[in-house]
């Protein structure tokens, strides 16, 4: 069991904040809660060092769906007794209604949901068709400079306009983008190991924050999820739950959790800073904190070994430049 504080933690990428190597996301996370287990799980991921919490105002785009999870952990939050100066805050500015809906309005409208006045970094998170690179760069500066958050990341980007993104920044002396939030894991690893996103990790231009690491719930178990989960990239999931017992398998001849073996794997890719995932109940909160001890234990080569079949989506997106 984890002790205080005892998360390792790792740079979000070049001049990027020293961040926990675990995170909570809030897309069905804390409106599957009571609220007094929302309370207790905060606590402890404030008492191992694990305080870092994605949270986003889903209502936009596929996400138009008014959920409440943002003002459900504000609530919980101040529940808790954190001061905004004990845990990190990611939040997400979508690119769906950009810019008639502004980075501005997006950030007053979200924060006030949570009940704070800043964040300290953000994900500019999907799109489809083409965007305005330069103007995101410069949208983002402005937010920056006005204090809202100090660093910012990238959400399943295209390859070049990622590449856009830290040229424009260069050229004109703002602030880079310094991760890639990708769908990484177990049977989903073509965007994060593939060349071009693999180039950037490489040489330090970005580091990676895997979500998406259990597929909703499938790679834990849970083979038909009730709930809403993220987009099917490739039509593979089929093949994922069909996987699932095997991902049983090695995790128990490594004596272990599914979870553990998922999100141990993902802490063994050379760029990755963090993973985020969703938990609903203490218990599963608990059971992951378990991958560090599986890593330390196991070691990264053998969990790389003995996964390595399980890669399902290397047709997905070879190259790296597909939409999601």
């Known amino acids: 069991m984890p002790e ?7 740079p ?10 675990f995170s909570l996301g809030s897309w069905n996370t804390w409106d599957r809660m009571a609220p007094d287990d929302a309370v207790a799980l905060i606590h402890r991921a404030h008492e191992v060092g694990a305080a870092f919490f994605d949270v986003a105002h889903y209502n936009m785009g596929p996400h138009a769906e008014n959920a409440r999870t943002d003002l459900l952990f504000g609530e919980a939050v101040r529940a808790a007794g954190l001061a905004r100066e ?8 979508w690119l769906w209604e950009y810019p008639q809906t502004s980075f501005a309005d997006q ?6 949901r949570i009940g704070v006045d800043r964040a300290d970094l ?18 983002v500066a402005a937010e920056i400079a006005k204090g809202r958050f100090d660093s910012w990341g990238v959400n399943n980007w295209l390859i070049g306009d990622v590449r856009l993104a830290l040229d424009v920044a260069e050229e004109e002396g703002l602030t880079p983008p310094t991760f890639a939030q990708l769908k990484y894991g177990l049977v989903r690893r073509s965007m994060a190991e593939g060349e071009p996103y693999g180039a950037l990790f490489a040489d330090g231009r970005l580091a990676l924050q895997a979500s998406d690491v259990f597929e909703g719930g499938i790679l834990a178990g849970k ?7 993220g987009a099917d990239v490739g039509g593979i999931r089929e093949r994922i739950v069909a996987a699932y017992p095997d991902v049983e398998r090695i995790a128990a001849s490594l004596d272990a959790t599914p979870t553990q073996l998922g999100l141990a ?28 001890a599986l890593l330390d234990r196991v070691g990264a080569d053998v969990i790389r070994e003995r996964t390595a079949h399980l890669w399902l989506d290397r047709e997905v997106a070879p190259d790296g430049t597909w939409a999601p």
Do not use: M, W
């Open 4 to 10: 205080t504080g005892t998360i390792p933690t790792r």
């Open 12 to 21: 979000l990428g070049p001049n990027g904040p020293e961040v926990p190597v």
């Open 86 to 93: 004990d845990y990190l805050l990611c939040g997400k500015l």
């Open 107 to 112: 950030l007053a409208v979200s924060l006030d």
């Open 122 to 139: 953000v994900v500019v998170g999907d799109y489809f068709g083409e965007v305005d690179v330069r103007r995101i760069v410069r949208d």
């Open 223 to 229: 083979l038909a999820p009730a709930r809403k989960i």
């Open 265 to 292: 794997f993902v802490l063994t890719h050379p760029a990755a800073a963090n993973v985020l995932f969703g938990v609903s109940r203490l218990d599963q909160f608990e059971d992951n904190l378990g991958a560090l």
